[in-house]
Every structure is written in structure tokens, then in C-alpha cells.
């Protein structure tokens, strides 16, 4: 019999399937992926996402009291030792949300509770488990579910879809960054095409942003008319 952390991959060869051949309804009608593949290992929130959610993720944990500290919010335990959240990104991960994002580019998050999840697809993988030592009063599960349901709420309901690609266009910035430092020699390499692409995203999404503020403001003041 297959390992059973094998078997889930190969498993996803259908979904990935899928999602190559419903690709053009799913660019047109897919606002965004938010993956839960395990809620909760322990203590302590973490997320990864498309850089154009995080706001968004910041917004919904500073609503949601913390699990094992109700005297704060999500959002205060997790930046406790940092002065700004910390997200992982999905590039380099392989789980449900790989094919809407790699292949069809929709935006994706994912979020948890504990920094892993020490029986994942192990025989003790089950509910005793998790009612021992992962969350034994389900506290940790509501809380992942609350975030996830205001993230979901807020991604359906808005007049306009609440993301933020000024956060995108500085993390290809901070990438750009990186892969200079590693090439010894760029006369070879040119980057400058990169650089001006991020620039271009950058002032279109100041754009959007201002845009987006008006027509807020401007249905915001917008005179009700009762008939």
C-alpha cells in the first residue's frame, strides 16, 4: 500500500487536472482560494498567502480574540515578537490550493494554528488525538474558523474586491532584491526590465487604490432616495 502522504499527492493529480480543463470559467469567476488543509497542530496563528491578501488576513485576525489569550486578538500574539505579521508564501508548498494558483494565477491563502502538524497523515491523525493535544476544547478551530469565515464574508460582500497590490508590487521588490544579490555578474543579466515592470505594477495599483477610496467615499455620500 502507498505511504499515505504519497497517496495525497498523487491524488492531487486530479485536481489539477480539473483546474487545467475548467481554467477559463475559473479566471473569470474566481475571486480567491483560502485553503484550510490543517486547522490546527497547536498553539500559535500562522499564515501564507498571495501578497495581495494580507491586508485582509491582518484586518479579520485584529477582529478575532486569541484562542489561548482572550485578553487579545489574533493579530496582538501573533506580531508579539515582530513589529509587522509575518507571512510564508505559497510558491514552494504543495497542497489543494497549488493548481488554482500555479496554473490559473487566482490569489491564495492559507492559514493554521501551530507551527506544524506532528501526525499529519500518520495512524494518529484522528480525533482522539486532536481532543488530547492538538485543541482539546476546540477553542483553536473556531478561531480559524472565524478568520477564515470574515476573510470569505468580506471577499463576497465588498462593492469593490479588497485587495491590495501595492503589497505585491513590494514584494517582488523585496524578491528582486534577493536574486540581485545573487547574480556575481549583471552585465550578463539584465534586470532592468524587471524593475520597470514592478514599477508600472506598483503605480497602477496606487492607482486602483485611489480610485477605490473615491467611489467608496462617493457611495458613502450618496443621497437615499425613498420612493
Known sequence: MPHQNLTHYI??????????????????RTV?????????????????????????I?????????????????YDSWTDSNSSPQFGRL????????PFLQHVGIPAADIAFGKGYPVYHSQYDDFVWMTKFGDPVFQRHVAAASVWGLVA???????FLPFNYSSY?????????????????????NLSPMYKSIKELEKAATKINEQIKVCIKYLNTWPLIII
Open 153 to 159: 464574508l468580506w471577499l463576497a460582500d465588498e462593492e
Open 32 to 56: 480567491a482560494y483560502l485553503n484550510v488543509d490543517s486547522a490546527v497542530g497547536g498553539p500559535g496563528f500562522r499564515a501564507s498567502a498571495t501578497p495581495q491578501l494580507e491586508e485582509l
Open 58 to 74: 491582518i484586518k479579520a485576525t485584529q477582529k478575532v480574540k486569541d484562542p489561548d489569550n482572550s485578553s487579545q486578538s489574533i
Open 11 to 28: 491524488f492531487q493529480i486530479g485536481s489539477t487536472e480539473w483546474v487545467e480543463e475548467n481554467r477559463e470559467i475559473l479566471a473569470s
Open 91 to 98: 510558491g514552494g508548498r504543495v497542497s489543494d490550493y497549488a
Open 169 to 189: 508590487a513590494k514584494e517582488l521588490q523585496l524578491s528582486m532584491e534577493s536574486l540581485k544579490n545573487e547574480i556575481s555578474n549583471e552585465d550578463i543579466i
